[in-house]
Nanobody, 128 residues
């Protein structure tokens, strides 16, 4: 386990959460980072990624315009701001880093098979 995800919780529909992903083992700036989620009985779904450059991001269609991924270099942390949450967003959320260190201009990808190092994840439950 290399990365720690936190910030999940119980929130009402329409609410917001900010998830954090950090590690003490290496510099996150050297890797693309992926947030993915998995709900019981469902397949793993990549929801957002960020390249080594914070300007390079991608989002799944199901979350676009509601989620924002960002980096804080000083904190060695990647954040996922989630707004307008719905019950369909209920899942355990994980963060992971790319298998290989990328060049600064490389794109990121939403396929979790390209990433490693996720831990136990953080539970997000959206319910009234």
């Amino acid at each position: 386990v290399q990365l720690q995800a936190s910030g999940g919780g119980l929130v009402q529909p329409g609410g917001s959460l900010r998830l954090s992903c950090t590690t003490s083992r290496f510099n996150l700036d050297n890797y693309a980072v992926l947030w993915f989620r998995q709900a019981p009985g469902k397949e793993r779904e990549g929801v957002s990624c960020i390249g080594r450059s914070a300007a390079i991001t991608d989002y799944a269609g199901s979350v676009k315009d509601r989620l924002t991924i960002s980096r804080d270099k000083a904190q060695n942390t990647v954040y996922l701001q989630m707004n307008s949450l719905s019950p369909e967003d209920t899942a355990t959320y994980y963060c992971a880093r790319a298998r290989r260190r990328a060049v600064l201009t490389a794109s990121c990808y939403l396929d979790a098979d390209d990433y490693v190092g996720w831990g136990q994840g953080t539970q997000v439950t959206v319910s009234s």
